[in-house]
C-alpha cells in the first residue's frame, strides 16, 4: 500500500520526465536512494527526492560523472541547502555559456582562416584544443564555489561582532584616491563587493586568483565595465609586474596555501612601492576550534583538515615569516566569535572543509545531522581567532 505524499517509481520518473531504467540506475549506483521500501520491496519518493534529482540531472548535462556526483550531492533538502545549491548550479551553468560561447568564437576564427588563408592556423587549433578541454576543471570550480560560500554564510548568519570581516578588512586597508592595489587570492570578490560604496573613484585594483573559475565570479560579482578593476589569473610566487607598482598587496586567507612562502615575500616586496604595505590576514590555533571538538565526539576519526594550516603561517608565527622581509610587522586581532543556532549552515561548514569527513559522514548523513541539531538548539559558542598583520616596506 503506498504512504500519503509518496510516488511508485513509475510515477516519480514520469513527473521528472526521465525513464523509469534511469531512476532504477541512480538507485543501484547509491546516487538517488527511494524514501521509503515497503515490505515487498516496491520503491517510494518524495517531493524532496524530486529536488535532489534536479541537482543531479543538472550536474549530469554539465559534463561530471556519476562518481563525481555521488561525491559532490547530499540528501538533504532544507531550504538553506537548496538555496546555495541552486546559486553555485547557476553559476556553473554561466561558467559553462561563456566557455560555449569562447568556444564558439574558436571554431569560427579557425574555420575563417582556413577559407581565407588556405591553411590551418595550428596556435588558433591548440586554443580550440585548450577551449574544448576546459570542463575538466568545472569539477573544482563548483566545489570551490560550494566551500566558499559555506564558510562565508555560517559567519554572515551568525557573528558576534556585525561589523563583518570584509568590511572590518576593508578598513584597514585605508583606501585613498590615486592609489594602485593588488589582492592576491581575490576569490569571488567578496571584499570588494561588499564594499563597492566606498571605493574612491580614482583608483586602481588588480584582483588576481589562480582560478579562473573565481576571477570569473569576481567579474560578474563587480561588473566587467568597472573600469577601476582588472583581473589576472597567476601564482603568487610569481607576479607579473614591474617592481615598485603598487601602494598596497593584500592576501585575505591565502599565505598557508601557499607551497614556498619565501618567495612569495620576496615578489610583495618586489611590486610594493617604497612606504608601501602589505595586509596579510590568517588566523591562531584556537580558531573554531569546537567545530573540530564536535566531528571528534561524533566520530573520532574525522579531521576536518589533514594539515593545520596555521602552523605554516598563522598568528603565532607569522611574523616571524614576515620579518626578514619587511621593516614593520603589526598584528592587528579581529575581535568576533559565532553563535549557532542552526544545524544546515554549521554542517555545510564542516561538510567544506578540506579533511576526511565525507567518508565517514555522507553515508551517515541523518544520523549526523540530529547530533548537531541537539548541539546547536541552545546556540553553539564557536571560537574566532583570526586577525591580519599589516607589514611596511
Not at 584582483?207 to 578593476?229: K, P, T, W
Not at 608601501?276 to 569546537?290: D, P, V, W
Request: hydrophobic residues 35%.
Amino acid at each position: 500500500m503506498k504512504k500519503e505524499g509518496y510516488y511508485s517509481s513509475g510515477e516519480f520518473a514520469r513527473m521528472a520526465h526521465v525513464t523509469l531504467r534511469t531512476i532504477r540506475y541512480y538507485d543501484k549506483q547509491n546516487i538517488l536512494k527511494p524514501s521509503y521500501v515497503n515490505d515487498a520491496g516496491a520503491r517510494f519518493y518524495t517531493d524532496e527526492d524530486l529536488a535532489r534529482l534536479q541537482q543531479i540531472l543538472l550536474l549530469k548535462f554539465l559534463g561530471f560523472s556519476l562518481d563525481d556526483i555521488r561525491d559532490m550531492t547530499i540528501n538533504d533538502t532544507d531550504y538553506h541547502f537548496m538555496r546555495d545549491s541552486l546559486d553555485v548550479q547557476l553559476k556553473l551553468v554561466r561558467d559553462r555559456i561563456e566557455q560555449l560561447q569562447l568556444v564558439e568564437k574558436a571554431i569560427q576564427d579557425t574555420s575563417d582562416a582556413i577559407q581565407t588563408q588556405h591553411t590551418i592556423d595550428w596556435n588558433q587549433m591548440l586554443d580550440l584544443i585548450h577551449l574544448t578541454g576546459m570542463e575538466k576543471s568545472m569539477k573544482n570550480q563548483y566545489q570551490n564555489a560550494t566551500n566558499i560560500a559555506a564558510r562565508i554564510k555560517l559567519h554572515s548568519l551568525y557573528a558576534i561582532n556585525k561589523e563583518g570581516w570584509f568590511p572590518w578588512i576593508y578598513s584597514q586597508c585605508h583606501l585613498q584616491s590615486g592609489m594602485n592595489v593588488l589582492e592576491l587570492g581575490c576569490g569571488d570578490g567578496a571584499l570588494w563587493k561588499q564594499n563597492i560604496s566606498l571605493l574612491p573613484q580614482n583608483i586602481h585594483l588588480t584582483l588576481s586568483d589562480i582560478s579562473d573559475g573565481m576571477l570569473r565570479d569576481a567579474r560578474r560579482a563587480l561588473g566587467a565595465r568597472d573600469s577601476r578593476f582588472s583581473f589576472a589569473a597567476f601564482d603568487c610566487e610569481k607576479i607579473p609586474a614591474a617592481s615598485e607598482s603598487y601602494d598596497l598587496v593584500i592576501a585575505n586567507h591565502v599565505l598557508f596555501y601557499c607551497d614556498n612562502l619565501e618567495n612569495v615575500c620576496k615578489e610583495v616586496r618586489r611590486v610594493l612601492k617604497p612606504g608601501g604595505r602589505f595586509l596579510c590576514s590568517t588566523y591562531g590555533n584556537s580558531h573554531m576550534k569546537e567545530i573540530s571538538q564536535l566531528v571528534s565526539q561524533f566520530d573520532e576519526r574525522i579531521v576536518l583538515s589533514a594539515n593545520k594550516l596555521y602552523e605554516k603561517f598563522g598568528r603565532e608565527n607569522g611574523a616571524q615569516v614576515l620579518e626578514p622581509w619587511f621593516s614593520r610587522v603589526e598584528w592587528i586581532s579581529y575581535e568576533d566569535g559565532l553563535l549557532v543556532s542552526d544545524p544546515e549552515p554549521l554542517i555545510s561548514y564542516i561538510l567544506s572543509c578540506h579533511g576526511n569527513q565525507n567518508r565517514y559522514l555522507l553515508d551517515h548523513y541523518k544520523e549526523f545531522r540530529s547530533f548537531v541539531k541537539k548541539k546547536t538548539e541552545k546556540g553553539l559558542h564557536i571560537t574566532k581567532d583570526a586577525g591580519i598583520f599589516i607589514c611596511n616596506y
